[in-house]
């Protein structure tokens, strides 16, 4: 599952074992080694579906980990693009792989900025965010972009009941669950906290207006819906 440069098992207990951003700390430097950085061919299908959108001026990395949404940003703005991130870890490696983008720390539901941005993005991130806590993070995005800017992010086709995938996912979401009951600090990571309709009522409260696109780049189950979406929430104005 994992490469010989990523972390070993012991590792990733540590990890699960401590706070969102500690765990994020050690892990950081073996981060881009782990199935957990969203691969280059997502990143370059929401690239391909957000292009004809485009050009943009300044873009945002909401959750910007080690920088794998600068792939994105950086094709797509004529601006400065800037990564935020509470993992100070985390972002010493985005610092050293994309020197010239800017990187800041801060909680992404309290983010600092206000109408600075016309792209913002996210990618595989809100399941660490709580369903309770994403009015604040998607009302902070909001604040950030500018009137007419879009926040754009990838989400899977949820996997049949009958799938192993199904069953994978929920079980690691008791397992997490069971972990939070009794140990402190909590290390939120749930994979089915998200849903489309509940990301799209959330950002709709939010202000936004919210579409979706099929990332075609990805192909299409069995029964021809794509296998991901991309939902965009445009700010209205501009």
Not at 13 to 39: I, M, N, W
Not at 76 to 87: E, I, Q
Request: hydrophobic letters at 40%.
């Amino acid at each position: 599952m994992f490469s010989e440069r990523g972390p070993s098992l012991w590792e990733l207990a540590v990890q699960a074992l401590s706070s969102v951003e500690r765990g994020y700390d050690l892990l950081a430097p073996k981060f881009d080694h782990t199935p957990f950085r969203t691969p280059d061919h997502v990143l370059d299908a929401t690239a391909g579906a957000l292009r004809p959108f485009g050009p943009f001026g300044q873009g945002l990395d909401v959750c910007c980990g080690t920088g794998a949404g600068m792939r994105v940003l950086g094709p797509l703005c004529d601006g400065r693009v800037t990564g935020v991130d509470f993992s100070s870890g985390m972002l010493e490696q985005a610092r050293r792989a994309h020197p010239d983008a800017g990187w800041v720390r801060a909680d992404v539901r309290d983010l600092p900025f206000r109408e600075a941005f016309d792209l913002a993005v996210t990618f595989g991130a809100l399941g660490h965010v709580l369903p309770s806590e994403r009015p604040a993070l998607f009302g902070g995005v909001y604040r950030a972009l500018r009137p007419g800017g879009l926040f754009a992010f990838p989400v899977g086709a949820p996997p049949p009941i009958a799938s192993l995938q199904y069953w994978a996912l929920l079980g690691f979401d008791v397992v997490m669950r069971v972990r939070n009951a009794v140990w402190r600090p909590p290390f939120v990571m749930y994979y089915r906290t998200c849903p489309l309709h509940a990301l799209r009522s959330d950002l709709a409260a939010a202000g936004f207006t919210v579409t979706t696109v099929p990332l075609t780049a990805l192909g299409t189950r069995e029964d021809g819906t794509p296998r991901g979406r991309l939902v965009l929430a445009r700010k209205p104005g501009g």
